[in-house]
């Protein structure tokens, strides 16, 4: 990466008044940490929870499979994959780290010389419009990307606000012609219909406004679109991939050359522009889900009158500013692993809704967000475990406008439910349970301003909707079936979770009768808990056990993304409950050991999904989420000083300064968050309670900003890979006697201090009373 | 016919407060005149200009043509023809008398028994849905229509508001199912594909909203609607008939059963009630163009807390309102044919608003009506001739709003054009010409409230497009050259004539630079004109005459929907001058006579669109516009009787008081409204001026209500086919010496008298100055 380019490139644009200390953390990051393989992250150019995510995509193109464009669902969720050679174009919006794809919407590509009006293949790159490309020519920054087209010589930089997409062309001067192609047909997780309908209509000849529908992920997703040229075009046209049923009158203009109303199922335009002696072209894409005047307002109050230099260094700036959140000490490689963990903590949810505050809801008409900001992309299965509660921390404001636009969704439900995995206005239904729950208590409980009775009741509506995930049969049975679910065993074990989130949110607001009914159904991990042989495991609705048992097994066992050995962990509410089960203390310790040491041949993980072979250690998969708690569980028995040397070998192993650098999906920033947690020293086992477990820290040196001019200072001086055990622990001096820190602990700030030595400090041992929370703790 | 039991029912309803006058005037509509062949009217239910017209649909399948399907463009326009003998179901949108299909939109349909999910075709109805029934059921009124459905011995009856279809169905009492079909995919010009997108939810057991977004005639056409069933269902599912590409997590529901969030492509769905005692279940189906919510707002406002006889009443009680502006005597064929043809004028434009005030524009954007009410469906090549001028003297206030919507069509179109034929926020543009012009000139001309302005930029940029309709060809050469387009000769009489009101707007605005421009422009006429065969005649780019020229050829001869023989009368604005072209007076004379006259054998019209063999006389094609102003033409000639003679055997012959009563497409009102001007006396010629040239009365009695408390009475007494011939004509007792009346005489009000006769009174002739007006009169 050559980063000097960027930073001469920010400096001239102005921000030079931004401190030595910002400039650090902001250049700290490295967004192509993860671009290949699993990672499923982008490296193009955004600003911190911006809706626009404008990037390159490599590939997504459908597979040709029997001569059925089949969409790609996994591979190019972030439509980049850092091993391949060619660029198809620069398209708005992408997911950060997903394990499902969708979006890429509103694609643009500068080209020259013949007009091509198809994208052209991988293996054929000069059948189409796209370029190759090499890494060399490559600098990705925060809010800034640039790259050169080798096919047409034009070097391509980008760069965004929240809800533009700014770009600068630049063409090579003995260019015959230079143009544009704006692909309305391209799209990640593409296949023969995905657009439902795209419309663009030439306002003038500097000026598109238009959208698209489309049937993706998203069932249906409206992107509006205005976009002004910082030149003329003098010649434009289109073509219909998928020929109109019927033009009837409209045949009569030549539709296709030059006229300025352009609908259709599979359009891709173009614009040719002479560009005299100074060869850029300048490119602002306002997006709304609102409408053409919406994403036109939002063009102009936040691109309008900037220059590209201009936004790029607010680009920068707004990064360098919520990066500075955090100060470190560490190693380059550290750092950068850091800041980038921490780059990747604020880019999903997105702000959804346009500068005047419009925004389309889950029941897809238009609704005015009044008192707060609208957001989406929620993958909550992922991100209740360690994204939210961190942004609990950092990132409260936004937190509040999170939580209300959880609220606002409930109320468009027609499920009356809160979100699961919902983007653009849709809801997917990805994964189990109903952690958005746990979000919302979470929320509650570190002081969040919620409105506290409408949470509730979204709490308990969805989490009694009988014809989802089986909730009928888990309400009768107090288990999910196996016969009725394949998931059922996974289903129980989460919902049990997210009930005693419920429970504890109810008790606190004094509603009795609902907390008691909660509590009951916090238990329910025990029904899908054989004890005889200490695992989870699934159960029919006769109450039999499932035959043919596999607890290692990962498919057909009743557990989704994980197996039974790492299921059975999978009781944050009730740790002390669930070592009874697994046969008290010694027995825990000797699961959670083997969990991380046994030895299972590769070929075993051959359909393990979303992990690289990085990303396991044993029969421990760090890259699906079920288990990213598991290495804290060590703070509820006699060894708690195993966490501290498993969370540093995850942390080495499974996060690198590399392409290759994310063992799994980053899914929206809940591996990142992981990483932030752990590397401060602590981990929100149970989001809903106000501790976080001691873990260890891993730098010598942090400092978290927690706003109201407070800061909490984490210092572990001579932590390193030998000296990873903690020895003592004081806050502003005093002794932490607990495995656990409080919320309000942590808010009031001061100096967290770990003394760390090279052996375990076999004395820092702790009481029940001591431990975190545990349900039937002292039951 | 049975009218009794439908005026039972209303005077159940409360309607016994209408006077005795109204009741007679709602009595006399008969919907059924021009259902069968080319009328293309709908028996259904609406009310006076509201967007919904809820009608049954006999067939609007597409063709199976070698194997694709095709859309039927022409024979189902109002998704009804009464030679059919089965019915498919009622939907909520349709075109009143167009030449051209769309709509159908939300179409319900109750059965019993087996569940059938497609609607089965005309020649195999047990295959679907769909139930046979027969007219001796049928009772059709304005606001209400009924109907058997004898497959499943259910009563249908339907009324209406103006944004809500009331259904009311009546189960057998032995009924094992009771059932509603909800098919999103049905459409009036359907095909495979033509629904881009629907979505049906279920809010509770009695309500849904939901919306489609179909790519038709309008090229995105977005319904909303909200719906709410008397009792509830008790089970409901669908079918998607297009399998979706990916259900993706959805797949775990099992959506096609009580799964309420129903989205998809080609999706049916339906509604098991259990009725109990009381077999009828009754259905409000609110529509928008904006949102569910939108159509929620429309439902409730309208008819929230009615009953269906409350509506049924109401609906009737405003058609009673309306088409009481109109008193009559004659005899019964004569007032149904009199009172049906003002109904017909009363349809379109419809209300395109919801009742807060939100609009779909032409933009696609939403936007708010401030101070004004947005209509849609403009057929103007039609309806600029004598419905909008019809409008300027019964329907002033509407007219206000209609104008003002076709200026924010104008301010919202990407060509900066007013509308040519637009519906539902599309413009589609059909037919040729620049038509809105002359509405928005004469409605300056007749007082209503325009903002001038305004108006006139609309009028100079629609008629400056280059890209329009070989506009650039026309304002360089001065005629739309043949070699151009096909239809070049009828684009250049039609553009001179538009030209000619934006010339006498301009002027009477003392804007004389424009004035002058269009002044040319009006004469430009002449260019398309052969003086030596004092035909109108296409011509190439070169300025030589097309060869091979047959004037009474309909196709290939450079004149649309009519022949060079009727064009070439095609010159409203400029009498004398065409007169002149012709060869004076007496040529003028016999050419008019051999129009009316001609024998043309029947293969001859064998390729005439839009017409039954009863709308010709000679060459003169009643069913096409064009001519509609010919027979007035001998106004400006030394023989005006003849008018007297030709509009009454247009009026006996081409209008007619039964299923196919109607010679030619009404559309939208164009064909009714040329009757009432014809019955009333008077008709205008050329829109945009203030006169009105006089005919002969049809009736011996007409009472106009002109608001305002005034009114224009029109005797005729003894006026009969024999006594067809005016002798004298006094207003207020003043002898009108003029061949017109001008359009402050008819408002000022007072009574119109005309002296009948058997004969022709040759000594009422005029002098050039009493003469119409024309153009190059006197130069």
Redesign the interface.
Known sequence: MNKTLCLSLCLLAGAATLSAQQRSAVDQVNPIIGTNKMGHVFPGACVPHGIVALSPDTDTIPHNIDGVYQ?R?YEYCAGYQHKDSTIVGFSHTHFSGTG?SDLGDILIMPTTGALKLNPGTATDPDAGYRSRFSHDTEIATPGYYEVMLDDYGVKAQLTATERTGVHRYTYPADADTSRIILDMNHAIYN?D??V??A?V???NDSTL?G?R?T???A??NYTYFAMKFSKPFNNYGYIDHKKP??M???A??KPNR????I?G?QIVCYFDFDLGNDPTLDIKVGLSAV???GAMKNLEAEAGNKTFEQIAAEARAKWAKELNVIEAEGSDDQLAMLYTSLYHTLINPSVYMDVDGQYRGL????HKAEGFTNYTIFSLWDTYRALMPLYNIINRERNTDMVESMLKHYEQS??HALPV?SHMGN?????IGYHAVPVLADAITKGIKVDKPLALEAMVSSSTIP???NLKEYMELGYVPFDK?PTGASNTLEYAFDDWTIYNTAKNMGKTEIADTYKKRALNYRNTFDKNLGLARARYSDGTWKKDFHPLGTHGEGFLEGNSWNYSFYVPQDVEGLKAYMGGDKRFIQKLDSLFTMYLPDEFFAETEDVTREGILGNYVHGNEVSQHIPYLYAWTSEPWKTQYWVREIMNKMYQNNIDGLCGNDDCGQMSAWYIFTAMGFYPVAPGTDQYVIGAPYLPYMKVNLGDGKSLTIRADKVSDKNRYVQSVTLNGEPIKTAYLTHNQIMGGGELNFVMGPKPNKKRTFTPEQRPYSLTQGE
Chains 1, 2 share one sequence.
């Open positions: 969409p669902a499902h296949y219909g995905k439902l309908w419309s209509q030439v306002v406004v959208y529908i049937n993706g992920w069932r249906a049923k019927y009837g009158h409209l009569k203009f030059n006229f300025p109303d609908q199922r409408s053409t005047e029941d897809q008409n238009i027609i499920h995995w809801e997917n239904f990805c994964m014809y989802y995930g679910n």
